[in-house]
Structures are given as structure tokens and as C-alpha cells.
């Protein structure tokens, strides 16, 4: 099993910046590949951006790339989320998930169902 935890998340003006973090325990051997969705009231969860520990291989959703950029912190076993010239359409409840080692290898890191663990959310808010 493996336990996320979300932080960062906050309310900001347009054109300004959030770093989320998503700090993982448990099999993060097994499952080593970690995505960040959102979901925003009415709207079906977007997968953003997605990482795959071993290799550093990043995925990007065509709306958030340029914008947002994952990274990792192996030692720590924190995902993070750097998120720049955010706008209105940004705000959503964000989530940290992971999944199986093998998931790259399917082509469906920005996909929901591939992913088996999720964090609670960390609510993102951008006024204009």
C-alpha cells in the first residue's frame, strides 16, 4: 500500500505561483509512478502531470505544459508540482496518486483509472 499526502495548495491572483507537495510512504518501490489530477466542481478529473521516479520521465497535459512542471524528491519521497502563471481556469481540487512501476509502459500516465492509490486534495483557488 502506499500513503499520499497533499500540501500546498492556497488561494492566488492570476498570473501568480503554487508549489503542491505530495509526500508518499509505504511501497513506493512497487508503485513509483505518480501523477497529479484535478478536478474542479462539475468537471471530470484532468490528469496534469505525471512522473515516473526511476527514469525522471515527465508527462505533461496540453493545458498545463509550459505552465507546471513535476519533479521529485527521492530521499524525501515528495512529488511536487510547480505551478506558474496560474489563471481562473486553474482552480480545482488537486490530487497526488500513485501507480504501478509498469504503467509507463502502457502510455496512460495522464489516466485516472491506471493509478491504484490517491491523497485526500489540496484545494486550489486563482482569482482574477
Known amino acids: 500500500q502506499v500513503q499520499l499526502v497533499e500540501s500546498g495548495g492556497g488561494s492566488v491572483q492570476a498570473g501568480g505561483s503554487l508549489r503542491l507537495s505530495c509526500a508518499a510512504s509505504?511501497?513506493?518501490?512497487?508503485?513509483?509512478?505518480f501523477g497529479w489530477f484535478r478536478q474542479a466542481p462539475g468537471k471530470e478529473r484532468e490528469g496534469i502531470a505525471a512522473?515516473?521516479?526511476?527514469?525522471?520521465?515527465?508527462y505533461y497535459a496540453s493545458s498545463v505544459k509550459g505552465r507546471f512542471t513535476i519533479s521529485q524528491d527521492n530521499a524525501n519521497h515528495t512529488v511536487y508540482l510547480q505551478m506558474n502563471t496560474l489563471n481562473p481556469e486553474d482552480t480545482a481540487m488537486y490530487y497526488c496518486?500513485?501507480?504501478?512501476?509498469?504503467?509507463?509502459?502502457?502510455?496512460?500516465?495522464?489516466?485516472?483509472?491506471?493509478?491504484?492509490?490517491w491523497g485526500q486534495g489540496t484545494q486550489v483557488t486563482v482569482s482574477s
Open positions: 496518486a500513485a501507480g504501478p512501476s509498469t504503467l509507463p509502459g502502457r502510455g496512460t500516465q495522464l489516466i485516472a483509472d491506471s493509478y491504484n492509490y
Open positions: 512522473i515516473y521516479t526511476p527514469s525522471g520521465n515527465e
Open positions: 509505504g511501497d513506493t518501490i512497487r508503485y513509483n509512478c
